[in-house]
């Protein structure tokens, strides 16, 4: 099986086709992640997206230093097929300094990403074996060296198997995702400085909200006052044309009270909406109040009622709840 295997050529194009093809056509579900834990910064790395491992493998180190202090190298290895199709290796290093108390002094977490390459291509057709010893442990592909024989009788039929399985679906040969690189207290450090930010926005948002709340207040004791300065003057101090009917001052305190709430209560249900959006609706209202105010055939008898301006409160609410609502639209 070996001379043929040696005599054949390695077909790397084909390989990368079908590579594209079982990308395309796979029902197998992609890996969704490939992080790493950087202890020294404290910090996940994404080294991949979503993917399929092909295969994973591991070499490990331990070097003992004269003063008593050891050295261990962790290697993980992944060989994964991208979304687009892309055969490539991502290597993940960690390396650990302790100390003779048995305290660990320093972390070193790197990575590196690169494509597959012909022999990474033709690795595959070489048994992978388990070695151990007191000093170096992991797995071993037999032709690295140049020792063993090889499993297939071309070269790539190994991976190409492989991405075959793939193309159809079928996961028996396949390793899965590479886990084991999740660190249980970073990740509780995580979820507290999330959720601790989630916190801070709320609170954020809750005293810009009172801070509105507060000016929409004052801006609508003015707005009263101006009212009642006109009815003043429209009942007392103007002796021609009608007057403003009883209870006005009580009618124009509920519509902008009305107002208020109102708008208050988009914030809280659908968002902000524009200061603008109310006041051009209000405008519209407003004008369509004094429209039918002057049409009014009882106004010279009995005054004006302000319960028609009600329209200014409400059109005004309606294009603010509708500006709101277009904020939430995705894309706007």
């Given at each position: 099986m070996g001379s043929s295997y040696e005599r054949s050529r390695l077909d790397q194009p084909a390989v990368e086709h079908l590579a594209q093809l079982a990308a395309r056509a796979t029902s197998v579900t992609p890996a969704p992640v490939l992080n790493y834990v950087n202890r020294g910064e404290?910090?996940?790395?994404?080294?991949?997206?979503?993917?399929?491992?092909?295969?994973?493998?591991?070499?490990?180190?331990?070097?003992?230093?004269?003063?008593?202090?050891?050295?261990?190298?962790?290697?993980?290895e992944v060989y994964a097929v991208l979304q687009d199709?892309?055969?490539?290796?991502?290597?993940?290093?960690?390396?650990?300094?302790?100390?003779?108390?048995?305290?660990?002094?320093?972390?070193?977490?790197?990575?590196?990403?690169?494509?597959?390459?012909?022999?990474?291509?033709?690795?595959?057709?070489?048994?992978?074996?388990?070695?151990?010893?007191?000093?170096?442990?992991?797995?071993?592909?037999?032709?690295?060296?140049?020792?063993?024989?090889?499993?297939?009788?071309?070269?790539?039929?190994?991976?190409?198997?492989?991405?075959?399985?793939?193309?159809?679906?079928?996961?028996?040969?396949?390793?899965?995702?590479?886990?084991?690189?999740?660190?249980?207290?970073?990740?509780?450090?995580?979820?507290?400085?999330?959720?601790?930010?989630?916190?801070?926005?709320?609170?954020?948002?809750?005293?810009?909200l009172l801070e509105t709340v507060n000016e929409r207040v004052k801006f609508a004791a003015l707005a009263w006052l101006f009212i009642a300065g006109v009815i003043v003057l429209a009942n007392y101090l103007v002796s021609r044309g009608p007057g403003f009917v009883d209870g006005s001052y009580w009618v124009a305190a509920a519509i902008i009270v009305a107002s208020v709430a109102g708008v208050t209560a988009v914030d809280f249900v659908i968002g902000r909406g524009k200061d603008t959006a109310f006041v051009f609706g209000a405008a519209v209202g407003l004008a369509l109040a004094i429209y039918l105010t002057i049409n009014d055939a009882g106004v010279e008898d009995v005054g004006v009622s302000l319960i028609p301006f009600s329209l200014a409160a409400v059109s005004g609410l309606v294009l603010y709840g509708v500006a709101a609502l277009s904020d939430r639209v995705p894309g706007r």
């Open positions: 404290k910090r996940y790395v994404r080294v991949l997206g979503p993917h399929w491992v092909l295969d994973r493998r591991m070499e490990n180190s331990e070097l003992k230093a004269p003063n008593g202090y050891k050295e261990e190298t962790h290697v993980d199709g892309s055969l490539v290796v991502a290597s993940i290093t960690e390396e650990i300094v302790i100390a003779p108390s048995r305290n660990i002094t320093a972390y070193h977490d790197s990575h590196t990403l690169r494509p597959m390459t012909d022999a990474d291509i033709q690795a595959f057709d070489f048994a992978k074996v388990r070695y151990d010893s007191s000093r170096v442990w992991g797995d071993l592909v037999r032709n690295r060296n140049g020792v063993g024989s090889p499993q297939c009788s071309t070269k790539g039929q190994g991976v190409t198997g492989l991405l075959e399985d793939l193309l159809r679906g079928r996961t028996k040969n396949l390793p899965g995702p590479l886990g084991g690189l999740q660190d249980p207290a970073l990740e509780s450090l995580h979820r507290a400085e999330k959720s601790a930010a989630a916190s801070a926005t709320r609170r954020r948002n809750r005293k810009s």
